[in-house]
T-cell receptor
């Protein structure tokens, strides 16, 4: 089983709809992240959380929100999806400072 | 501003040859660097990392070299195999101590020819 699990793996949704991507991890890490990947732009940080009570915006947080329901769970929501949010989304986790960031398998989201 | 970039977007090598993937970074304060491998349809996988107090680190068939003078990072893969075909990202941690907010390069596609 994967250490970082994302659901759904693929989703097609319509413009204006609310969509939630869920992430759970079994690594016991405190820190969790949501990234977006677009061709030619690399990975960009949307939101991150260093513990259950901590939520921080990344470089591209507009149009997104997150919820850290537990140490092991971190969800990403698009309240009103728009086509330019079509992308591959990755959840990730890490331990303390300087430790490696571990990624999930990704969630393909298409907004039509 | 801070940036992490790659010199070559695509690298084609013959099976069995050595591969070298390069990366330039702009933040001289970055203290931690990672190489990731991303296969088609999968998430990035950790390959090897290096801290700024080191110049070289070796793993299994991979070596990372760090040249702080010219702010350059490279990944060397020995005896490249078809399974090494993937996109390779470098990443830097520009903040010393407090965060894991990595900055990623755009990636280099490594294509291994049989």
């Amino acid at each position: 089983d994967a250490d970082v699990t994302q659901t759904p793996r693929n989703r097609i949704t319509k413009t204006g709809k609310r969509i939630m991507l869920e992430c759970s991890q079994t690594k016991g890490h405190d820190r969790m992240y949501w990234y977006r990947q677009d061709p030619g732009l690399g990975l960009r940080l949307i939101y991150y959380s260093f513990d259950v009570k901590d939520i921080n915006k990344g470089e591209i947080s507009d149009g997104y929100s997150v919820s850290r329901q537990a140490q092991a769970k971190f969800s990403l929501s698009l309240e009103s999806a728009i086509p330019n949010q079509t992308a591959l989304y990755f959840c990730a986790t890490s331990g303390w400072v300087g430790n490696t960031i571990y990624f999930g398998e990704g969630s393909w989201l298409t907004v039509v | 501003g801070e940036s992490v970039g790659l010199h070559l977007p695509t690298l084609s090598v013959q099976e069995g040859d050595n591969s070298i993937i390069n990366c330039a970074y702009s933040n001289s304060a970055s203290d931690y660097f990672i190489w990731y491998k991303q296969e088609s349809g999968k998430g990035p996988q950790f390959i090897i990392d290096i801290r700024s107090n080191m110049d070289k680190r070796q793993g299994q068939r991979v070596t990372v070299l760090l040249n702080k003078t010219v702010k350059h990072l490279s990944l060397q893969i020995a005896a490249t195999q078809p399974g090494d075909s993937a996109v390779y990202f470098c990443a830097e941690n520009p903040a010393s101590g407090a965060t894991n907010k990595l900055i990623f390069g755009t990636g280099t596609l490594l294509a291994v020819q049989p």
